[in-house]
T-cell receptor, first 113, second 114 residues
């Protein structure tokens, strides 16, 4: 079935460090890909998305590129802040009218001052 | 501002009790979802609703039921709570025509079943 695998955490970084969270997917068709973020005590919110191969999603200094050849959607940020401490989820959905998101297990990121 | 609210942030219940989790959205969205979130497992879909009075099972519906009598409200029911239903429950909604666009999530209800 369709699934998402993301790197296990937790990840602990110092401020201004470079962050990468790996995400790979398995899908029978051509999925759209998402990164959601969950800040402490809150629900999930969309961070960025990409709907087709080679698309780059970006938001709040985060970027991810849809790589069909490697079935990957790795999340990167060049210089993290303490406020980026959160749980990050990679997710996919298939078909324009598909209602379902398939999520990865989540990666907890802690940024220290 | 778009908003999805859930009736409780924290809930403690006893084994065998009937539990109601309520979710309300103010965005006039047709689609609504219930997930549970467990460490190392990410989010798993319990049930979703296309529209009022419509529902479909997700990946882990066993032990749960849902009710959607009004467009803005989607209830998750645990008919007889068990300890393995201790979890974080997240509600989400989405516009029917959103296609690949985002789901909007509530803050979650952390349920403990003793």
């Amino acid at each position: 079935g369709d699934s998402v695998t993301q790197m296990e955490g937790p990840v602990t970084l110092s401020e201004e460090a470079f962050l990468t969270i790996n995400c790979t997917y398995t899908a029978t068709g051509y999925p759209s890909l998402f990164w959601y973020v969950q800040y402490p005590g809150e629900g999930l919110q969309l961070l960025l998305k990409a709907t087709k191969a080679d698309d780059k999603g970006s938001n709040k200094g985060f970027e991810a590129t849809y790589r069909k050849e490697t079935t990957s959607f790795h999340l990167e940020k060049g210089s993290v802040q303490v406020s980026d401490s959160a749980v990050y989820f990679c997710a996919l959905t298939l078909d324009f009218n598909d209602y379902k998101l398939s999520f990865g297990a989540g990666t907890t990121v802690t940024v220290r001052a | 501002d778009v908003k999805v609210t859930q009736s409780s942030r924290y809930l403690v219940k006893r084994t065998g009790e009937k539990v109601f989790l309520e979710c309300v959205q103010d965005m006039d969205h047709e689609n609504m979802f219930w997930y549970r979130q467990d460490p190392g497992l990410g989010l798993r879909l319990i049930y979703f609703s296309y529209d009022v009075k419509m529902k479909e099972k997700g990946d882990i519906p066993e032990g749960y039921s849902v009710s959607r009598e009004k467009k803005e409200r989607f209830s998750l029911i645990l008919e007889s709570a068990s300890t393995n239903q201790t979890s974080m429950y997240l509600c989400a909604s989405r516009h029917r025509l959103a296609g690949m666009d985002e789901q909007f999530f509530g803050p979650g209800t952390r349920l403990t079943v003793l």
